[in-house]
């Protein structure tokens, strides 16, 4: 080893040590709580709402959005957010906005933050119109006392929970995170997450459901709806009491399907590697193939198509 780099590996080694040095003095300082470092500020501000609106459209970069039921029926919007980064709350065109107002300069954006923003919807009950909102990081949370037109919720990383009837569209789509759908009606489903978990309750739709997911188990329980498709990568599909009165198709390159008490008109499952199993409500014409693998179908010539096949995987399906 040359002295020249024996004389820096002795110059970094010492820059390393000033830096725990003065690390250990600040947290003896903030007495080892280390929200005592932080150095971006947050306020709180309330924004009261007294222009009438139906719709409702949230775009923000990273934040929490929880809708609560209002106890006095006043409509306010506070919002846990930046000093710099602050939300603008205005009606205008019969919606409500709400919208981030970013004065960071860049080197702003440098920084130790332990806190998340929040914004928080304090609504009377009742229906409203359409709900768009889009984020990058930050869950949203819908609880049931609320009803929407339509609903469409874009987030790059969090997690989406409703609760909330919605009378036509329902599209939501989440990059990291998963989405969770109960106890609601809705004019029809199209669902999205590239890793996470698809979660679907007690849910009539009136129209087409569609469930994607790139890796991530798709949980369907007392669903109905006119045709259903679920497309994955790397992932299971569990269908418990999902009644499809058209067709219901899966594919899935990884991962297994079953059936449990479940039916559709027409039934076309396709899988790489993963079993197909469970039960079906009425009887149909089976149409199997597996390359290596065990088949086990009930042997009836009545009734609606269902065609499976895999290429690696088993598949058994019997009648309830």
Known sequence: MSKEVKIWLVIATSLVLIGCIILGCALYMAEFDFKKLQTTKYETNTHEINEKFENIEIH?????????????????????????????????????????????????????????????????????????????????????????????????????????????????????????????????????????KLSVSNVICKEDAKFKASTGKTILSDLKCKNLTSDADTGDLILTNVIAQGKLSAKRSTGYVKFEASDAAEIFIETDTGNVSGTLLS??????????????????????????STDTGNIRITYK
């Open 60 to 196: 923000t970069n990273t934040a929490n959005i929880t809708f609560l039921l209002s106890e006095n029926e006043k409509i306010e919007v506070l919002c846990f957010e930046e000093t710099k980064e602050k939300h603008l709350v205005s009606v205008k065109e019969n919606t409500l906005f709400i919208e981030l107002q970013n004065s960071k300069k860049w080197y702003e954006h440098i920084g130790i933050n332990w806190n998340s923003p929040k914004i928080t919807l304090s609504l009377p009950k009742g229906k409203y119109g359409d709900l768009k909102i889009k984020l990058s990081t930050g869950d949203v949370k819908i609880p049931k006392h609320f009803g929407f037109k339509s609903m469409d919720i874009k987030s790059s990383t969090g997690e989406i929970n409703s609760a909330a009837e919605v009378q036509g569209a329902v599209k939501m789509k989440t990059s990291t995170g998963g989405i969770s759908l109960e106890n609601i009606s809705a004019g029809s489903l199209d669902l999205t997450v590239s890793t996470g």
């Open 283 to 308: 009887e149909k014409v089976f149409i199997t193939e597996s390359d290596t693998g065990f088949i086990s179908v009930p042997k009836t010539a009545t009734g609606g198509k269902c065609e499976i």
